[in-house]
C-alpha cells in the first residue's frame, strides 16, 4: 500500500490546490495519511509570501532528511506552490543530462520529457529534494512518480486540465471551488504575479457546473477561491471602461462579471451559505457589497486586505486604494448590518514606514472596529519591486513591538465585535470537535462552541442556537 502525507501552507487557494492533488493520487491508488514517517511519498504545498512559511517548509525538509537517516526506504519528498518556478526533478535521477542554471522567472513545460531537468532554484538548497512541480502542470505527477519509483503509477487523462480537476474534499459538506487564479496587481512587497503569473478566470458555466455536481453531495456551504475573487473575468474587459465604472463606482447601473456569478450561485439548490475570499479594494463595487444583503445564501462577512491605513505607505505598496475607499466600504456595509463581519491584512513596519504613518494604523484600526486582522511582519521577498528598490531598514524587534501594539487593539476590537452577538439567535454550522466540544461559525464568521453532551448533535448540523457568553475569542451557545 503506497502512502502519501501532504502538508499545506497558508492560504485557501493552496488548501483547495491540495485537495486536487488529493484527487491526482487516490485515483493514482494511493492513501492518505497523516503521519508523513509512514508515507512513501511527503508533498509540501508552499507559500512565499512570507519567510517564515518558507523557514518552516525548510524546517520540515531537515526533518525528513533526518528520518530518511533512520530507516532502509526512503521517504520520497517534492514540493509545490508558490515556492517552485519549475517543474523538474533531483539530478540523480537523470541520465546523460548536464547540470543547468537555477530557473530565473516562472516556466512552464510543454511535454512530458521537458521535466527531465533540475533547473529550480530549489535543488541545490535541498539535497534531499526529490522533484518540484507547477500545480498548473499536476497532470506529470503520475509520470514523474513512475521515472522515480520504477512502478507504473496510473493516470486518468481526464485528470489532466488543472482547473477542471475535481477536488478529494474530506469535509463533506463545506467546499472551496476555485473561480480564478494568479494575480495582476503587482504590489510592491508581492511575490505572488511572479510565482503564479497572470489572472486567469475559468468560465461562468464550468464554475456552475462544478457546485451544482458538489450540491448534489449534500454540500451546504461554498467558499468561491481566488488570488483576486472580485476581479473575476476583469482581464477581458475593457480598461478604460473598468476605471470609468471605478470612478462613478455606484453611480452606475451596472452589474459586474463576479456579482452575476454570485447570482447564478445563489440559485443554486441545498445550498445554505455562500462565502468568497479573497477580495482586492480597489476592485470592489457595490453591487458586490449589495450581495451580502441582496442575495439569501451570501453571508455576511467579508475580508479584503487594506495592509496600511496611511495613504503614503499604500503608495510605496503600489496599492490601488486609500485609506478613504475602504473607510467607505466599511462603513457602508455596517450602516446595512451593524454586526457586519470584516476581517483584514496588515504589514507591520514595511520599508521606511515612520512613527507617524505606523500611528496611523493604530487609530484606524479602533476607528473601523474591524472584526479581525490578519497581522504579518514585514519581510522583503525576493523578485519583488519593493526588494530592489525599498530598503528593509526596520529592526526585527521594533516589528515584534508594533505587532503586539495592533495585536492589543485586535483583543480589545474582538471583546467589542463579539459581545454584540450575546443574546442573538443564529444558525450555526458544526464543522469540527475538539476536547469534548461541538464547533462550528455564525454567518458573520464568529467562531462559536458548545460542550458535546447533547448526543442528538453531530457534525455538519444546521443548528439554531442562542449566544450566551463570551470566551475571549470564542462564543459560547446553547441550543433554542
Not at 512513501?40 to 509570501?49: D, H, P
Not at 484606524?364 to 530592489?388: G, H, N, P, Q
Request: proline share 2%.
Amino acid at each position: 500500500m503506497k502512502k502519501y502525507f501532504i502538508k499545506t501552507f497558508w492560504c485557501e487557494m493552496n488548501k483547495a490546490d491540495s485537495e486536487k492533488i488529493n484527487m491526482i493520487l487516490l485515483q493514482s491508488w494511493f492513501v492518505k495519511t497523516n503521519l508523513f514517517k509512514e508515507a512513501l511519498v511527503v508533498i509540501l504545498n508552499t507559500c512565499s509570501v512570507r519567510q517564515k512559511w518558507e523557514d518552516r517548509v525548510f524546517g520540515l525538509m531537515q526533518e525528513i532528511f533526518l528520518e530518511n537517516q533512520k530507516r532502509n526506504k526512503k521517504i520520497i519528498t517534492w514540493i509545490t506552490g508558490c515556492m517552485v518556478r519549475k517543474t523538474g526533478i533531483n539530478s540523480k535521477y537523470l541520465s546523460k543530462t548536464k547540470k543547468r542554471q537555477t530557473a530565473k522567472k516562472i516556466e512552464y513545460i510543454n511535454d512530458k520529457k521537458w521535466i527531465f531537468n533540475n533547473d529550480d532554484k530549489l535543488f541545490p538548497r535541498l539535497k534531499n529534494l526529490d522533484f518540484t512541480f507547477r500545480i498548473e502542470e499536476i497532470k506529470y505527477i503520475p509520470h514523474i512518480l513512475t521515472h522515480i519509483i520504477w512502478e507504473n503509477i496510473w493516470n486518468d487523462s481526464s485528470f489532466d486540465d488543472y482547473l477542471k480537476i475535481n477536488q478529494f474534499r474530506e469535509n463533506p459538506f463545506s467546499a472551496s471551488v476555485i473561480i480564478q487564479t494568479w494575480c495582476d496587481n503587482y504590489c510592491n512587497f508581492c511575490i505572488v504575479p511572479y510565482t503564479r503569473g497572470k489572472e486567469i478566470s475559468r468560465p461562468q458555466d464550468e464554475i456552475k457546473g462544478e457546485i451544482k455536481k458538489i450540491s448534489d453531495s449534500w454540500i451546504k456551504e461554498i467558499t468561491l477561491v481566488g488570488q483576486n475573487v472580485n476581479s473575476y473575468w476583469k482581464q477581458f474587459l475593457d480598461k478604460k471602461f473598468w476605471n470609468n465604472i471605478k470612478s462613478k463606482w455606484n453611480d452606475w447601473i451596472w452589474i459586474s462579471p463576479f456579482r452575476k456569478l454570485l447570482d447564478e450561485v445563489n440559485k443554486i439548490d441545498w445550498i445554505d451559505r455562500i462565502r468568497f475570499t479573497s477580495s482586492n479594494p480597489h476592485d470592489m463595487t457595490f453591487d458586490i457589497l449589495d450581495a451580502h444583503f441582496e442575495l439569501d445564501k451570501v453571508c455576511n462577512y467579508l475580508h479584503f486586505a487594506l495592509q496600511s491605513w496611511n495613504d503614503e505607505v499604500l503608495k510605496r505598496m503600489n496599492r490601488k486604494h486609500t485609506y478613504n475607499d475602504f473607510k467607505k466600504m466599511v462603513n457602508y456595509l455596517r450602516s446595512k448590518d451593524p454586526i457586519f463581519s470584516i476581517s483584514t491584512d496588515i504589514i507591520v513596519w514595511y520599508s521606511w514606514e515612520t512613527n507617524k504613518e505606523f500611528e496611523d494604523t493604530k487609530k484606524a484600526l479602533i476607528e473601523l472596529e474591524i472584526d479581525f486582522v490578519y497581522i504579518a511582519r514585514y519581510s522583503v521577498r525576493d523578485w519583488t519591486i519593493a526588494s530592489k528598490i525599498y530598503k528593509d531598514d526596520i529592526w526585527d524587534d521594533i516589528k515584534a513591538e508594533r505587532w503586539h501594539e495592533l495585536n492589543e487593539i485586535l483583543k480589545q476590537n474582538v471583546k467589542k465585535r463579539w459581545e454584540l452577538m450575546i443574546g442573538r439567535k443564529e444558525k450555526i454550522l458544526i464543522s469540527w470537535e475538539k476536547d469534548w466540544k461541538f464547533f462550528g461559525r455564525t454567518r458573520n464568521f464568529k467562531e462559536v462552541f458548545i460542550l458535546k453532551n447533547n448526543k442528538k448533535l453531530q457534525i455538519w448540523d444546521l443548528v439554531l442556537v442562542k449566544i450566551t457568553w463570551l470566551d475571549e475569542w470564542v462564543l459560547l451557545w446553547e441550543i433554542e
